[in-house]
DNA sequence: CGAGGGTTTGAATTAGATCAACTCTCGTGG
DNA sequence: CCACGAGAGTTGATCTAATTCAAACCCTCG
């Protein structure tokens, strides 16, 4: 359970210190912008906080803003009439969410740990934007890098077994490790359910597979967050197809 | 089969002529740019013609160019070792490729109908994009679009049944249909195997599906590249689930 | 006319879903 | 401290949607 050490004041007076000592700055498109700059973004952002399991982005609302991920995680996903879900991905420290074209939100976002984030008006975004060309750029080298990120994961959807996707998912977890963590260890603090919607899968199939993977001596599972990959190469032998 | 009027001699002097009456221009990031400046981005274009069948993008190849599909045609996909493709996408007149971040292509793409297109060189081309905030603002939005085209792509390839994956299919590209073709019908360039490997399905099924709504009165399917949508109402609501 | 794609249809098979039971963890309160 | 309950996770048995295997059926083109 994260702690925050300044709890955001709604209304407070916005200032440039939380943006310079930002922890998340170094992993954001934020870090575009040099120090002497800064103020004029810190000036637009309001943070706020966000507990876990509280949505905070409504598919289909107006999408008035931007938002940054400065602390914590969350889902991003699609609902259907009757209630199946897509996760189309998981967010952390450093993410920049909004980026839609639309008058409304694609998708929806929900905390899954307790989250602190950075709302941007969209339209004064928009007009900041033309003053800084490096932070553009670096906005469009993150939508090319999803992208990629999304085509690989269509393919996973599309054409992988459910091993394989869930191997893809522990390979790419690992990967995705933040530094200073040990090796081969992966935090999950997604729920099983969670991996099963991201994974176009059934919680049972994820566990079922998660449990066979163990099985095998590919991976240990020491509680139900927690998996260490005993070998790697297998894994992505094994992800890959 | 289209037929280029003015086929292109590799290595042919480059004017500016091609850019002001490109015919995909309307459709394109190019217009961004402003007909007294176009010169500037003309002088960067190669045009090139692409057969039908053939591989004009090989993923893993170093990503050295940017593509503005001019006219016809593509299917980008995704190989797996075995052979296992998912297609990501088609694209059509006017779109734009190659925006990935890393140095070498994410993805292949293969020309459906003969395709015409513009050929960039990336590292000129972001040289350029610095005079020319217009163009990058427009590459950003359309990376947006994409971005949330491939979320929906997600959500079908995880939780939608085949016969939903068919009926969205047949929806957007009634919506994509270029203008000026008759309400309510579809051409369908690709092959019943492109489609499946679009939708995550086989051959078969998507076959069955379609027989299946014909039989339905749903749709009418002329001929193996046309489809007729008879009831565009149950086909938008059995699409959403 | 016949060859060879692409497409359609049918029958058998299976990976993963569904349904159902059980376990584990953790927080609450007696 | 332990009993209890609720939610998440696991495991087993059955079922089914879609795949696989197999056989026509078309078009198109030489």
């Known amino acids: 359970m994260a702690v925050f050490p300044r709890p955001p004041l709604p209304g407070s007076p916005r200032s440039l210190e939380p943006c310079l000592s930002c922890d998340a700055r170094a992993d954001s498109v934020c870090n575009a912008v040099d120090d002497e700059h800064l103020a004029r973004l810190a000036e637009l952002a309001v943070v706020s906080d966000v507990q876990a399991g509280q949505t905070f982005i409504e598919e289909g609302d107006p999408a008035d803003s931007f938002f940054n991920l400065t602390a914590g995680?969350?889902?991003?996903?699609?609902?259907?009439?009757?209630?199946?879900?897509?996760?189309?991905?998981?967010?952390?420290?450093?993410?920049?969410?909004?980026?839609?074209?639309?008058?409304?939100?694609?998708?929806?976002?929900?905390?899954?740990?307790?989250?602190?984030l950075c709302r941007f008006s969209r339209s004064r975004m928009f007009r900041l934007l033309g003053?800084?060309?490096?932070?553009?750029?670096?906005?469009?080298?993150?939508?090319?890098?999803?992208?990629?990120?999304?085509?690989?994961?269509?393919?996973?959807?599309?054409?992988?077994t459910a091993r394989e996707r869930v191997a893809s998912f522990l390979h790419t977890?690992?990967?995705?490790?933040?530094?200073?963590?040990?090796?081969?260890?992966?935090?999950?603090?997604?729920?099983?359910?969670?991996?099963?919607?991201?994974?176009?899968?059934?919680v049972e199939?994820?566990?079922?597979?998660?449990?066979?993977?163990r099985g095998e001596g590919l991976i240990e599972i020491p509680s139900a967050t927690m998996v260490l990959v005993r070998d790697p190469g297998r894994l992505a032998v094994l992800a890959a197809g």
């Open 131 to 160: 003053d800084f060309p490096a932070l553009e750029r670096r906005l469009l080298e993150r939508a090319a890098t999803e992208l990629v990120a999304a085509q690989e994961q269509m393919l996973l959807l599309g054409r992988k």
């Open 205 to 213: 199939t994820v566990s079922r597979t998660l449990s066979r993977l």
């Open 73 to 116: 995680s969350a889902k991003l996903y699609k609902l259907m009439a009757d209630g199946r879900r897509q996760i189309t991905g998981f967010v952390a420290k450093g993410h920049f969410l909004g980026l839609a074209v639309s008058a409304t939100y694609a998708f929806s976002a929900e905390a899954i740990e307790p989250v602190r």
């Open 173 to 202: 977890q690992s990967l995705a490790a933040p530094c200073g963590r040990a090796r081969n260890s992966i935090e999950l603090p997604m729920s099983r359910g969670d991996i099963a919607d991201y994974l176009g899968l059934t």
